[in-house]
């Protein structure tokens, strides 16, 4: 296969003791980032993407453009093609999987339901059959998510807080993967690293989140809806930018134990973990909004309205207290401060029109 050639070339760590590491979603969000700070720091990368249109595939492909730039390979199929990912096995001995590869959106559920079913379950599973085969096994490190607290509202959420109240299909299929990693764990040895992201925010993000489309529609004076919970309080979420998931994302990948499967060498139980990667600060939508509209320099058309029932959770915060004292994780960049990173690349990869350029350039300049 074409892929093969480029990886044979490609994949060399250059590290010392580097890692190989396959990282699914890799033409996503989360994904990008993560494979440019991996290569960044020596590690060799090959990412797997399915490039589906959930969200507009362009953006996909314009971060796939990025990723080759720095001669990173994204081979292009899904994580239920199991023959694929057994022949990536036998191509590339991968120290470590990054499986970022999933339906996300928490909305979305309602209109399809099984796409969820099919990456965040089916795909997983199919994954992790391949890897606990693979001698010696990849340490695996992947994608939960906040969504698992559900209808939480103690604050903040810690590792150990009832995760049995999901209020998305979504959400569902999440907490479904950290309880099948852990019979794979169990059963097999593979060692397993949860990642609980909170509402991640930044440059190259997924235009199906409200701080991007938010951007759009003040930009272009459509109307927005900032929900308020049914007894009309603020809805809020631990937004947390980029920068400081890679990091965490890194950290978790760095003291992710090789398991004592197949082929690991270490002794005793192979290691399952999960842990918080927010921002420790929820901030209320209607606050997120106000910020835009300082960088944007332009007044929203704001329709407050009661949130519906569609998978939403009234609130987000993380306590990431295992996550600091694991791998030394600590989210440096405040809302303003990632939103501003944000407006920079909206503005620089969409383009808008010259009035409003004009209009915004104290702010592309300052920043
Ligand atoms: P994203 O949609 O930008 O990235 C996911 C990528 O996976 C996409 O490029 C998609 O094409 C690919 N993909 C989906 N299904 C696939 C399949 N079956 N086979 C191969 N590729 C497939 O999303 P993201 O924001 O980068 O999220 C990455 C991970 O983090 C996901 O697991 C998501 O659920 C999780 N997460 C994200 C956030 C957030 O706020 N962005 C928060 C919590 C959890
Ligand atoms: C985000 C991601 O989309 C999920 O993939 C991820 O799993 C989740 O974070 C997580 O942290 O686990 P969400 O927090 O719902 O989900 O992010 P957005 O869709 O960007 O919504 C952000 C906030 O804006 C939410 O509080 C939402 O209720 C609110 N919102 C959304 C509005 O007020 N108005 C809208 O029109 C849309």
Known sequence: AAWEKQVRHSSTPRRVNGFSVLVTGA?????????????KRGDGVLGLDNFNDYYDPSLKRARQNLLSKHQIFIVEGDLNDGPLLTKLFDVVPFTHVLHLAAQAGVRYAMQNPQSYV????????????????????P???????????????????SEHDRTDRPASLYAATKKAGEEIAHTYNHIYGLSLTGLRFFTVYGPWGRPDMAYFFFTKDILQGKPIDIYRTQDQKAVARD?????????????ALDTAEKSTGSGG????????RVYNLGNTSPVPVGRL??????????????????LPRNGDVPYTHANVTLAYKDFGYKPTTDLAA???????????????ESKRSKETQHFDESS
């Open 27 to 39: 033409a996503g969000f989360i994904g990008s980032h993560c494979s440019l700070a991996l290569k």
């Open 118 to 137: 099919k990456s965040n379950i089916a795909g997983f599973v199919n994954l992790l059959e391949v890897a606990k085969a693979v001698n010696p096994q």
């Open 139 to 157: 340490a695996i490190v992947w994608a939960s998510s906040s969504s698992v607290y559900g209808l939480n509202t103690e604050n903040p959420f």
């Open 239 to 251: 937004f947390t930018y980029i920068d400081d998931v890679v990091k965490g994302c890194l950290g």
């Open 265 to 272: 060498k270490k002794k005793g139980p192979a290691q399952l």
């Open 289 to 306: 909004v106000s910020i835009l509209e300082g960088l944007l320099n332009t007044k929203a058309k704001k329709h407050v309205i009661t």
């Open 338 to 352: 990632g939103l501003r990173k944000f407006v920079k690349w909206y503005v620089s990869y969409f383009g808008i």
